[in-house]
């Protein structure tokens, strides 16, 4: 079975500042990993994955993830911050085979 | 194209009735998952129906059921509600529910079971 764990369930942010939200996840075998972003009232939105090759994968509005195998970590960062990134931010695992599970989630809050 | 759609968006019920929440997945989407979403547990695996069987299931009572339809469409019901049970319930559909294949979220449909 797999687990994740968000260690900041908020992190608030000026806007232009760069900005880190931790994942880490625990898993007996081979994981991919996700990065979800929910805006108020509304479903999730899929930001970034990796499920094989380069370990540090991008989004196309600036974050980028890294899939550290030995740290068991997939931090999300982004370099300049906006206030249109203000959301709830979900990191999730598979083993491919099995459903998605998520992480408790770490709200963005960009603040002008 | 029209992205996942869930009926209703809001909904109060009492403790001890049922109730059926809807899914319409993306237009040629096989795969439909059911999450429920509260501050405390985060989001948590119902289950996944795949043309039509149920090809997953999380850890939740036999209260909470689903079937799907031969279009695709779900539905997930719950009965005897307990207050717990409020929740924002989530869909999301994918073309075959592999990895490859990006799922959609609905935007949800919010039970509060009073």
């Known amino acids: 079975a797999q687990s994740v764990t968000q260690l900041d369930s908020q992190v608030p942010v000026f806007e232009e500042a760069p900005v880190e939200l931790r994942c880490n996840y625990s898993?007996?075998?081979?994981?991919?990993l996700f990065w979800y972003v929910q805006y108020p009232n509304q479903g999730l939105q899929l930001l970034l994955k990796?499920?094989?090759?380069?370990?540090l994968v991008e989004s196309i509005n600036g974050f980028e993830a890294e899939f550290n195998k030995s740290q068991t970590s997939f931090h999300l960062r982004k370099p300049s911050v906006h206030i249109s990134d203000t959301a709830e931010y979900f990191c999730?695992?598979?083993?491919?085979?099995?459903?998605?599970?998520f992480g408790k989630g770490t709200r963005l809050s960009v603040i002008a | 194209k029209a992205g996942v759609t869930q009926t209703p968006r809001y909904l109060i019920k009492t403790r001890g009735q049922q109730v059926t929440l809807s899914c319409s997945p993306i237009?040629?989407?096989?795969?439909v998952s059911w999450y429920q979403q509260t501050p405390g547990q985060g989001l948590q695996f119902l289950f996944e129906?795949?043309?039509?069987?149920?090809?997953n299931k999380g850890n939740f009572p036999g209260r909470f059921s689903g079937r799907q339809f031969s279009n695709s469409r779900s539905e997930m019901n719950v009965s005897t509600l307990e207050l717990g049970d409020s929740a924002l319930y989530l869909c999301?559909?994918?073309?075959?529910?592999?990895?490859?294949?990006?799922?959609?979220f609905g935007q949800g449909t919010r039970l509060t079971v009073v």
């Open positions: 999730a695992v598979t083993s491919g085979n099995t459903p998605l599970v």
């Open positions: 129906y795949f043309s039509e069987t149920q090809r």
């Open positions: 237009s040629g989407h096989r795969s």
């Open positions: 999301a559909s994918s073309l075959l529910g592999g990895l490859n294949t990006e799922a959609f």
């Open positions: 990796y499920l094989s090759g380069s370990t």
């Open positions: 898993s007996s075998v081979s994981v991919y």
